[in-house]
């Protein structure tokens, strides 16, 4: 059974704020790919929280993909942490946004 999409758009922004910031520490870091994909993962949870919102008919194909792309950024974050609590935090987030839209959209 799958559960509401709420807890899938809250965790869908969390994740897009966290992962700004850590993007940009990562910027501040030098280590451009990996604020890259911090970045990426936040446009990709910005767009599943609006159309998990609007209740598009393409939101579960976007949600998968935003499972897969949160997973590699907690990955990362778990891998190269940079400074203080921000990429385990971000990590959090990611894992918590993979599992809430994998929740919300399964197939």
Known sequence: MMKSPNECLE???RCMIVCQDCGLIYL????????????DCAEICDLCSTLIA???DCTADICALCEDIC???AQQCREKVVE????????????????????????
């Open 11 to 13: 965790a869908c922004l």
């Open 28 to 39: 501040e870091a030098g280590m451009k790919e990996c604020a890259q994909l911090c970045l």
């Open 54 to 56: 609007k209740n598009a």
């Open 71 to 73: 997973t590699a950024c």
């Open 84 to 107: 203080d609590e921000s990429c385990k935090v971000c990590a959090l987030a990611c894992e918590n946004c993979a599992k809430e839209c994998a929740l919300a959209y399964a197939a």
